[in-house]
């Protein structure tokens, strides 16, 4: 069974360069800073109907993750 996406809510990229990531989406692709909760390292960028939230892999919810890996992909569906 092939999975139909309707649309992308929000997604969590884990950065190494969390200024050069900012500029990228926000001088390149045109997105809004939303949000910021340092406490809890995140930046949350506004792409549309979408959400992009960058989060230091040495921020406090970055470590959490353990260290900086290649990119991985995680869907989560609803059927």
Known sequence: MMLQI????????????LQ???RFYID???CTLEKVQE???????????????LVPVDGAAGKKGGGAK??????KSDK
């Not at 309707?6 to 360069?17: P, T, Y």
């Not at 406490?39 to 939230?53: E, K, M, P, S, T």
């Not at 290649?70 to 869907?75: Q, R």
């Open 39 to 53: 406490n809890v390292g995140l930046w949350q960028l506004r792409a549309g109907a979408a959400l992009i939230d």
């Open 20 to 22: 050069a990531m900012m």
């Open 6 to 17: 309707r649309q992308v809510d929000h997604v969590v990229l884990r950065v190494s360069n």
């Open 70 to 75: 290649s990119a991985k992909a995680a869907v």
């Open 28 to 30: 390149v692709l045109g």
